[in-house]
């Protein structure tokens, strides 16, 4: 919980798993990098509280967005998949925004439960979802792979590489050129029975940004 108190720094590399709220937030603002909210039933639960995401991935989280009033959050290369609702508020105005940026929403049933005084959004992927904003991309194939524990990684041939625009967070910008959406490559009962030399083969993000959210670089998966 951040009630009444705002980090000076920015949390990097959160991970929460199986929680029924993952993060309270009341009166407080927080810049978050590199966190993923997996498999909970609420993922930020937000009252006067404002919040920057960057580089965030919501997988089988039932609720995202909790907006308990006076509330913005400001999502860029976050990916939201497998949800009930993106976000829910009052069912009255009370001083609630989101906005996205980079992001791709896939399989998310419902946008909002209730209302917010905007939803806004700019260069981003959708599958199985409804649209919202400009500069929509949408697309009628599944556009994740897994690859170990991560479902994420972006599907072969994928409309969503290259699709994002470079006016976001710098800090956030600079970050994605050192990660990746692509997979490692598997060695499964292979025996390696000479010296052998493992390059980098994922392609770091050092151009044109894709679309939602970026893992750490993994290579090689044996």
Do not use: E, W
């Not at 991970?15 to 993922?43: E, P």
């Not at 907006?67 to 001083?95: D, E, I, K, P, R």
């Not at 940026?101 to 806004?120: D, R």
């Amino acid at each position: 919980a951040l009630n009444g108190f705002s980090p000076q720094a920015p949390l990097i590399g959160l991970r929460m798993s199986y929680a029924k709220t993952a993060i309270q937030s009341g009166g407080a603002s927080a810049n978050i990098y590199d966190a993923q909210f997996i498999n909970c039933q609420n993922g930020l639960n937000l009252g006067g509280a404002n919040v920057f995401l960057g580089n965030a991935l919501f997988a089988n989280t039932k609720t995202n967005f909790i907006f308990q009033g006076g509330s913005t959050v400001n999502a860029q290369n976050a990916t939201f998949n497998g949800s009930a609702f993106l976000a829910s508020a009052q069912t009255y105005q009370a001083g609630n925004y989101i906005t996205l940026t980079n992001c791709i929403l896939a399989n998310v049933t419902n946008l909002v439960s209730g209302l917010l005084v905007t939803t806004n959004g700019n260069y981003n992927g959708f599958y199985n979802t409804p649209t919202f904003g400009s500069t929509i991309i949408s697309t009628t194939s599944y556009p994740f792979q897994s690859v170990g524990a991560a479902s994420c990684y972006l599907a072969m041939n994928s409309i969503f590489f290259n699709q994002g625009t470079t006016n976001i967070d710098a800090t956030l910008l600079a970050s994605l050129r050192n990660k990746t959406t692509y997979p490692p490559l598997v060695y499964s009962n292979v025996t390696i029975s000479a010296v052998t030399t493992f390059s980098p083969q994922a392609q770091r993000d050092t151009d044109t940004p894709d679309l939602g959210y970026h893992y750490d670089p993994l290579d090689y998966a044996f």
